[in-house]
């Protein structure tokens, strides 16, 4: 895909519309600028973020012992229970 857009003044641009539709970009999302391999590239910062959790946290749930998605269902519910009893939301 090729596209072009005009650097206005204060370097703004505007992304063209296929390039938004792709990247599923909305108003007021943010995007990431980097350089990769001599090429300027643009990134939806959501999807940035979450992948690079995805990659950090990779293998973490196994060394712990979870097996399926239940399990991290199932850690978040006990958690929000110790955080209501913490604030005296239940008993």
């Keep these: 895909m090729l596209d072009s857009a005009k650097v206005k003044q204060n370097y703004q641009i505007t992304i063209p519309v296929d ?5 599923n970009l909305r108003e007021g ?8 391999d001599g090429k300027m ?6 999807l940035t973020a979450w992948e690079e959790i995805q990659e950090a946290m990779a293998g973490e ?3 712990i012992g979870w097996k399926s998605d239940d399990d991290v269902v199932a850690y978040c519910k006990e ?12 008993d």
């Design 29 to 36: 999302d943010r995007v990431t600028f980097a350089l990769e």
């Design 61 to 63: 749930a196994e060394q």
């Design 41 to 46: 590239v643009v990134r939806n910062s959501s």
């Design 79 to 90: 958690i929000r229970r110790e955080m209501a009893k913490e604030h005296r939301y239940i």
């Design 19 to 23: 390039i938004r539709k792709k990247l």
